[in-house]
């Protein structure tokens, strides 16, 4: 099966495909995973979660629920696409279009992409919520009215009915706890607004900081793209998806040349590795009898544990997020 490139879909918005114009017009939306979303090592599409602003990355499948003017609940992601949508009662009697199907995954360098404009839009959107949403909040105006105009008329006439023994009538002290419980109400509210303001702030040098790090990573596969010396094993959707590294150990151990000599970059789903240091990893934590010698060949015995160590890694690195 052919897997189209990303930018040949016409259709494709992030990990969502509109396929419903195939399906005689009947709603139906593929997910194809990013490469990094497995379960014991097999691709999943994984829950929807709420998009977070005060996080410094998205989800993996980012959501943006809510309902319209008409009383329709939508969930989309961060680049508006619907995913589904279901009507109240009243309307189209309660029609819900929820179908998602689950196709191939992504390789790790078409996930980073996408993933990539995603954060880039999620730093955006931050940005703009400093300046527009997120700005009138922080003020210290609606405490300063609740003070000036409530809250010191109700202290006045408490303090004024108040007898020789401290006494003061009921009403007033009912009014007096009232309007006390509505300073506190907006300076809480004031407080929450300004925590959310830093959150967000602060949060927007480590978005940056992961979409740097997302750049590099995508800049390093090209280069070595390019350079012909790399191996992409990052879509486990296909079978036999280990094959062309297997293939690559195969070369090494049947040339009989030092094992040094050796170095693509390996794409794994979660992770890029030099091959070199899949090999260090396995010569560190290796019995003295299992121990790589760099300056021979790659034994069958060597080989095994290789390929048993890069299948860990991509079992740990599916409970991660988009990096090992």
Not at 158 to 173: S, W
Not at 185 to 196: F, I, P, S, V
Not at 289 to 299: R, V, W
Request: hydrophobic content about 30%.
């Amino acid at each position: 099966m052919k897997i189209n490139a990303i930018n040949n879909q016409q259709t494709f918005k992030g990990l969502f495909v509109d396929h419903s114009k195939e399906n005689g017009g009947n709603w139906k939306m593929e997910y194809r995973p990013y490469s990094w979303e497995l379960e014991e090592g097999k691709p999943v599409m994984q829950n929807k979660k709420q998009i977070n602003y005060q996080a410094a990355k998205l989800p993996n499948n980012e959501e943006r629920f809510f309902i319209n003017s008409n009383k329709v609940e939508v969930s989309q992601d961060i680049f508006g696409t619907t995913s589904y949508y279901k009507c109240p009662p009243e309307r189209n009697n309660g029609e819900m279009r929820s179908r998602i199907d689950v196709g191939l995954p992504m390789n790790r360098e078409d996930s980073l992409n996408v993933y990539l404009q995603k954060m880039e839009k999620f730093n955006q959107d931050k940005r703009n919520m400093l300046t527009k949403e997120l700005k009138s909040p922080v003020d210290f105006v609606p405490v300063k009215i609740a003070y000036e105009n409530e809250f010191k008329d109700a202290l006045s006439q408490y303090n004024n009915d108040r007898g020789f023994f401290g006494g003061a009538k009921t009403e007033n002290v009912s009014n007096m706890i009232e309007k006390t419980k509505l300073l506190y109400d907006r300076a809480q509210e004031l407080y929450k607004n300004a925590m959310k303001y830093i959150n967000v702030n602060e949060s927007i040098p480590q978005t940056e900081t992961e979409i740097s790090k997302i750049k590099e990573e995508l800049s390093l596969i090209e280069k070595a793209k390019k350079e012909h010396n790399y191996i992409d094993i990052s879509n486990r959707g296909w079978e036999d998806a280990d094959r062309p590294l297997i293939n690559y150990l195969d070369e090494i151990a049947s040339s009989g040349r030092p094992v040094k000599e050796y170095n693509k970059l390996i794409v794994l789903p979660g992770c890029t590795r030099w091959m070199k240091d899949i090999f260090n990893v396995l010569h560190e934590y290796a019995g003295s009898s299992m121990k790589i010698n760099f300056d021979a060949g790659l034994s069958q015995e060597a080989k095994t544990r290789t390929m048993e160590l890069v299948r860990f890694l991509i079992k740990e690195g599916s409970k991660k997020s988009y990096k090992i």
